[in-house]
């Protein structure tokens, strides 16, 4: 039972995003999507102009995705997308294969058949997606996929370390528009990780994703020798990790 305070009760607060937050995400989605390339600059103005808004936020939103390491700051100049180097490469596909390894090992004893039914869902959704032509649906849903899967270790950490390289992940694979695949293919790709997660056979799972992401990050770098930004090669593979030795 409630105990009365005599006093009228407080207005519930609806959280809504700030000016800055929904230009943050506007941005976001514009080098996620590659609507803006490595070494375009953020006109504040005209964006100002286009959201017909005070340029406050947007000063905001772009300084703290400088902060994020997203876009960089040249003096008098502005602020422009990053550049990727071979380097970011292997240390961004190095350190997500770690992750969703790792994400798997824990899930797979953890997943229910409804966890199991939701994967299949995304699956079915990005196919239906790839056969409509509609990308920007397929890369939500690819996105969706891998999410999902680190929110099924229950492991919050997990969950924060995938965020914090996923923006990264989809702005490289926004600059080499991986048309080596076609969207019925980069569909199909994640078939084979959702089938095996259902057996719950946990290194089939690990090597399935392992197998996935190291293709993606193999063409990432064949893009970049193609594109004379002198890459490096592939990192060396990590051995693996026995699903007894995490803990």
């Known amino acids: 039972m409630a105990l009365s305070t005599g006093r009228p009760a407080a207005p519930r607060l609806i959280e809504t995003p700030s000016l800055s937050d929904q230009v943050r995400n506007i941005l976001l989605e514009a080098l996620t999507s590659g609507q803006l390339r490595p070494g375009d600059r953020i006109n504040e103005a005209e964006l100002a102009r286009a959201l017909g808004i005070s340029r406050n936020p947007i000063r905001e939103a772009v300084s703290g995705l400088a902060q994020r390491g997203f876009l960089v700051s040249a003096p008098r100049r502005g602020h422009f997308l990053r550049h990727f180097t071979p380097q970011d490469v292997n240390d961004v596909f190095s350190f997500r294969i770690c992750v969703e390894s790792f994400a798997i090992r824990q899930a797979v004893p953890l997943m229910t058949p409804g966890d199991h039914e939701d994967l299949r869902g995304i699956v079915e959704r990005m196919i239906a997606a790839a056969h409509a032509k509609r990308l920007s649906d397929l890369r939500e849903e690819d996105m969706a996929l891998h999410r999902r899967i680190c929110e099924f270790s229950r492991n919050r950490q997990t969950v924060r370390a995938h965020e914090g390289i996923d923006t990264e992940v989809q702005m490289l694979i926004a600059f080499v528009d991986l048309d080596h695949e076609t969207p019925i293919e980069t569909a199909l790709a994640h078939v084979p990780i959702v089938e095996a997660m259902a057996t719950g056979d ?41 699903a007894e030795g995490i803990g």
Request: charged fraction near 20%; aromatic fraction near 4%.
């Open 202 to 242: 946990i290194g089939r799972s690990v090597g399935a994703m392992e197998d996935h992401l190291r293709a993606t990050w193999d063409h990432v770098l064949e893009v970049y020798g193609q594109l004379g930004i002198g890459a490096p090669g592939r990192m060396p593979r990590p051995e693996a990790v026995p």
